[in-house]
């Protein structure tokens, strides 16, 4: 049996984040990975939704490459704070100290860049999380989940034992909204469809 060529890189994922890459290998098109070296110091006074964009888009703007390049920024936002990743054990816990038994928001900003295109939007979804006593917070954290998760929690992994209830999409929680992504993407003018199926090509997005 004769065995298919791996198709080229439509682009680059400007993120060395594995859950971007599995949510990306979800959807099926084929790219390479690269890092982006950003400040992601927030301006005094900057909107959470403009800077989790600002961020996506300096990401993509630090990768040069001959094709697109998608990139993804996320905050977790309680009560007008934003919760990005731990800095230690000590603000792991006071994280999940501050977010259990309450309701918060988990933005997502997505940008996509190209030699003659840029476009970005954000996803948000709400989150609600059960209650969590101090006993259980100080042994999520020792799994080591949590240290690398804007907000202290990982959906994906064992995290998601505490995740009551979810609206908005889950994939924007995890790093990387695919149905905007897939909008983007098509934008960009890169047919998604290519590697998936025998199915004629779409047109792409307006």
Not at 11 to 16: F, I, K, M, N, R
Not at 80 to 108: I, N, Q, W, Y
Not at 152 to 175: D, H, K, N, P
């Amino acid at each position: 049996m004769k065995q298919l060529a791996e198709p080229p890189a439509e682009l680059v994922l400007a993120s060395t984040s594995p859950r971007r890459a599995a949510l990306l290998h979800q959807i099926e098109v084929p790219f390479r990975m690269c890092t982006p070296a950003v400040d992601e110091t927030r301006r005094r006074g900057e909107p959470t939704d403009s800077y989790v964009r600002r961020m996506a888009c300096s990401k993509a703007r630090a990768v040069a490459a001959d094709v697109p390049v998608l990139a993804a920024d996320t905050v977790v936002l309680l009560d007008g704070r934003v919760f990005g990743k731990p800095a230690d054990r000590e603000d792991g816990l006071a994280m999940l100290t501050a977010l259990s038994g309450r309701v918060h928001s988990v933005l997502t900003a997505v940008a996509i860049r190209s030699h003659a295109h840029e476009d970005a939007c954000v996803a948000e979804a709400r989150v609600a999380l059960r209650g969590i006593d101090a006993d259980e917070m100080a042994a999520y954290w020792a799994t080591g989940e949590p240290a690398d998760k804007a907000g202290g929690y990982g959906i994906q992994g064992i995290g998601g034992a505490f995740i009551r209830c979810l609206r908005g999409s889950y994939s924007t929680v995890v790093g990387l909204p695919l149905a905007e992504t897939e909008l983007l993407l098509r934008s960009a003018g890169i047919d998604t469809w290519r590697w998936r199926t025998r199915l004629p090509h779409l047109p792409k997005a307006d």
